[in-house]
């Protein structure tokens, strides 16, 4: 029996009848010991709070302050061919390279004279570039390497690691802390120094914020480092990272007035670090850029076939910027789907996780909107000239169906209002719009329907059609995470832009995907949802992302057909208030979002035993659902940008000046906010280590090493001050360093059970 289902589920066709689809569901779930029917517990169910295991990748942004002559962006734009060859294109760079009051140059490359890097530094710098092709675009004369924001983070914890005053424990954590620190796109990239559990009993959301924001405080004492050990600062360069959404609106205007070949040489960064071949992998992240722009070519044509815009509107030439956007990828495995999984033959752990993983990411994609403007944002005002749909749209003509594409754009031109071509428009996520989030289904490849091999074909047949490359990472809103190649199974939430506080925001934001993916696996274990539920045909998956889509535009009403083949999406709508036929457009109903919200925190509600284990995360859902604007990231972050330009509506004032306010309160007074819970993080991490010295010798001696026999605490208070005023020494910063990276090793060590 066993080994017929065995085999009934490896070489299983979402198409098959219903009954069978649900038996083959019960049958995987009873032989992961979950009951079937309705006496299926939260307990049992894979991605329960205890269950849980995260870890996140932030895409973080950077900027260098330094006078022309010095920084190294105006400097190798000076040395382009075409800009010493003068003529127009010369002219108007110049303006561009002028036109910078502040000297503020952002995702600059950085000059280091190499005798400011200690041993161990250069060790990792000659075994990062050992066998490169690229070796001379990281060498200038004078003595200095060239290298790009990113990767000055880990050459300064490499230099803080050779410092050999380091305790072993602290060491060993930093070691292994150095392949965090990735450089595979524009700007940092840097993933989860360790991963936290459920095991504990704690609420994941608190783990991950916690391990969050300890890691943007270690990312920010690692730049002040850098400026002072590498001598930045001294030489007229100083780095800044922070959080920021959004592409800055000067590269933006950078990338109209190069070739795109040139574009990606100045800004894209070179792979030196978290990989095993970084000069190819630079290879392939040109080949995004160079896919993505010919995709946002491509969206044009979509837009005339859906008869939205004119022939004569197509732009020439486009260097797309999308890969400028930063985000948050919060990533959540399953233990005991792990568990599962590894005691199964091959073929059919492959097979069975492939199945009912697609189909719960079909279901949470139908509660994403949740998180669009409540949890994190990106608000962007947008110019009368950018409110144009070749423009505003973005990647949205690939990844919505025609109808929905007219649908949203009309919805869009109503809700910007008479006045759009005066004043523009407000959105609650820009970058949910200028980045290309999923990857669109075809009538003869589906995206999500179960079956092994899917997301190749998808490829395969979007690159013949000049969209998307088979080489590039299969794009979606909802990621699976396969254990055969990534060690665990789970999945990744690609919707986050910017949060405006990590223990805020973050923390019930994890919280609520968990509960929402649990949800899934009930609705799954239980036979409500199927495959044959959520159909895979495009227009149905369009009818399901629109949703998404049109929260970030900040739309009040989306419409769903009356006959739609989604019964998923029919069961919320039935608990969705004022949900009536359109007046406007026959066959659809129209859906008001704020009802449509409230109905999917209804669907959780609703469960019992579900929502007795995540009601605080319920109870803030319900907060930020009663009053977005107060509650809401949007809201919040909207409203702070605005009191520091001294107004209360953002069309008060044009698009470019909200949009650089924003640029500057997320380099200022968010950075601030982001280090602050940092260090109050830090320093509850620190008062818990002292509290177990007694218990524990080599960590008493450890924090001693650290402190230099000091009381912990009164150090590290002393400690922060300085780092809050900016000015902290090389030493202070190389201790304080030092305590975040021995923290590292005692969270591992708590999650692994030995303390």
Not at 52 to 71: F, M
Not at 621 to 638: H, N, Y
Request: with cysteine; aromatic share 8%.
């Amino acid at each position: 029996m066993r080994q017929n289902d065995e085999t009934l589920a490896v070489s299983f066709s979402t198409t098959a009848k219903a009954d069978d689809q649900r038996r083959v569901q019960q049958n995987i779930f009873a032989r992961l010991g979950v009951p079937p029917g309705a006496t299926t517990s939260p307990e049992s169910l894979p991605f329960h709070p205890r269950d849980i295991t995260a870890g996140t990748e932030n895409e973080l942004a950077a900027i260098v302050v330094g006078k022309r002559d010095i920084a190294d962006l105006p400097q190798a734009i000076e040395r382009l061919p075409f800009f010493e060859a003068g003529g127009r294109a010369a002219v108007e760079l110049e303006k561009w390279l002028a036109d910078n009051a502040g000297q503020a140059w952002e995702h600059s490359w950085l000059r280091i004279p190499h005798a400011a890097l200690n041993a161990a530094a250069r060790i990792t710098l000659g075994s990062d570039l050992a066998g490169r092709r690229d070796r001379e675009d990281f060498h200038v004369d004078h003595g200095c390497v060239r290298v790009p924001a990113s990767y000055v983070l880990k050459l300064a914890l490499a230099d803080v690691l050779g410092a050999r005053d380091l305790p072993g424990r602290a060491l060993l954590a930093g070691q292994r802390a150095l392949g965090c620190f990735l450089n595979d796109n524009t700007a940092p990239e840097i993933i989860s120094t360790h991963i936290v559990s459920g095991k504990g009993g704690e609420a994941p959301g608190r783990a991950v914020a916690r391990e969050n924001a300890q890691r943007f405080l270690l990312t920010q004492l690692l730049a002040a480092y850098a400026n002072e050990k590498f001598d930045l600062r001294a030489s007229g360069q100083e780095l800044s990272i922070y959080a920021a959404p959004n592409p800055p609106a000067r590269l933006k205007g950078l990338s109209r007035l190069l070739p795109a070949d040139a574009y990606r040489d100045l800004l894209m960064n070179p792979c030196l670090s978290g990989f095993k071949d970084g000069a190819s992998k630079r290879t392939y992240m040109h080949v995004c850029h160079e896919t993505l722009s010919r995709s946002r070519m491509h969206a044009g044509a979509r837009l005339m076939e859906a008869g939205i815009m004119k022939p004569h509107v197509v732009e020439s030439m486009v260097c797309d910027t999308s890969l400028l956007n930063n985000g948050t990828h919060l990533s959540l495995g399953s233990l005991q789907l792990g568990e599962y999984l590894r005691a199964q033959p091959q073929p059919t752990a492959v097979a069975e996780e492939k199945y009912l993983g697609d189909l719960a990411t079909k279901i949470v994609e139908h509660f994403l909107p949740l998180f669009v403007g409540l949890y994190s944002a990106a608000p962007a005002r947008l110019a009368p000239a950018d409110l144009r749909p070749e423009r505003a749209l973005g990647f949205l003509p690939h990844e919505l169906g025609s109808t929905h594409l007219r649908l949203t754009w009309q919805s869009w031109k109503r809700k910007a209002g008479l006045l759009a071509p005066l004043k523009g428009d407000m959105v609650p996520d820009q970058r949910l719009l200028d980045y290309f989030a999923a990857l669109p289904s075809s009538s003869s490849a589906a995206a999500h329907d179960g079956q092994l091999g899917n997301g190749e074909r998808l490829k395969a047949e979007l690159e013949a059609k000049g969209l998307f490359s088979r080489n590039m990472t299969f794009y979606t809103l909802y990621r699976l995470r396969e254990f055969s190649k990534m060690g665990f199974t789970g999945f990744e939430g690609r919707h986050y832009s910017l949060f405006a506080s990590l223990h805020g925001d973050l923390a019930p934001a994890t919280d609520l995907q968990a509960l929402i993916t649990a949800y899934a696996y009930q609705c799954m274990a239980r036979g409500e949802v199927l495959h044959a539920h959520i159909p895979d045909d495009p227009d149905t998956e369009s009818e399901r992302r629109q949703m998404f889509f049109a929260a970030a535009i900040g739309l009040p009403v989306f419409y769903v057909k009356r006959t739609t083949r989604n019964l998923f999406l029919r069961r919320v709508l039935a608990k969705t208030q004022r949900t009536r036929p359109s007046k406007r457009h026959t066959g659809y109903f129209k859906v008001y979002m704020d009802d449509y919200r409230n109905a999917l925190q209804r669907l959780l509600l609703e469960d019992g035993a579900l929502a007795e284990t995540g009601a605080g995360t319920l109870a803030d859902l319900d907060a930020r659902l009663a009053a977005p604007s107060e509650r809401g990231v949007s809201g919040r972050l909207t409203s702070a940008i605005l009191a520091d330009l001294g107004v209360k509506n953002p069309m008060d004032v044009d698009a470019a000046t909200f949009n650089q306010a924003a640029e500057q309160h997320y380099r200022g007074r968010l950075r601030q906010q982001y280090l602050e819970e940092g260090l109050d993080s830090a320093g509850q991490s620190i008062r818990q280590m002292a509290q177990r010295m007694p218990h524990d010798p080599a960590l008493r001696r450890a924090l001693a090493a650290l402190t230099g026999g000091r009381d912990a605490e009164a150090f590290f208070s002393e400690a922060a001050h300085d780092v809050r005023a900016g000015t902290a020494a090389p030493d202070t910063l190389r201790r304080l360093i030092g305590l975040l990276l021995l923290n590292v090793e005692q969270e591992e060590r708590r999650y692994a059970g030995a303390i």
